[in-house]
């Protein structure tokens, strides 16, 4: 800018309707500290809800929109968000070309913005060295869980956090946490993000009803189905709900091998 090589390239500089600065930032900062004018277009009055959509192929990511926008702990909320998507949509891998938008998870925050209250739960445990830390898996299953029963998800995620309550063996949180903890220390052929989040589903499903779990869980071909879950918080076509009971008795047959 100094050396007068500023060249208008039709980048707009948005307000919203509250008046509020939504893109420009950068080059507004730029005029700041130059004291040069520069020649750009002024777009006012968008939607605040448009955000969203802007910049999303550059250098802006989830958590930074969320951020933006006013959300506290935005990393641990867009990882979370992630696995909420995943599971609200039944979507078990994002191989394939699967892409999820901003826009599309932020939908979904808008219709669960409870999920603030999972991520607060998680930042205030305590959480001794060692203790498995694979944060958006746990906080989007806490919510998730926290919609069959706001108290077992939080049984559930504070003894796989903290390991209290966790004398016996064949306690499924217990066999699932000391699964977490031998993955994260293992070097090669580490599971995947999503068997990870499926082991979490099976061993909320085993705790739930009452089963014991001694041997590894194994992630099955279908995304288990969370044991009470309600089905029309689901945002699935109703004919894929037959499906879904079919994966859902597979995933137990499974578990109950193990």
Known sequence: ????????????????????????????????????????????GIDPRAFVTMDTGRNRNLADVLAITGYENSDRLASALRWVYMYLRRVHSFQGGYKVSHEQRAKILNKHKDLVDSVSFYLGLER???SPHYHGQTIGTHYLFSLVSKEAANDFTESLITGLHLDNVGDPVHRLRGQLVANMLR??????????????????????????????????????VIHGFPRDLLEVAQMELHEMEEDREEGVDHANHN
């Open 187 to 224: 070097v090669s052929r580490k599971a995947t993000p999503i068997e990870i989040f499926d082991w979490y589903l099976l061993a909320w499903n085993a705790k739930q009803t009452g089963r014991t779990q001694r041997i590894a869980y194994r992630s099955p071909a279908s995304m288990p």
């Open 128 to 130: 001794p060295e060692g």
């Open 1 to 44: 800018q100094k050396r007068g090589e500023w060249i208008a390239n039709g980048d707009t500089i948005r307000f919203d309707t509250n008046g509020e600065l939504r893109d420009g930032q950068h080059r507004l900062e730029m005029l700041i500290r130059t004291g040069q004018p520069i020649e750009a277009v002024v777009v006012r």
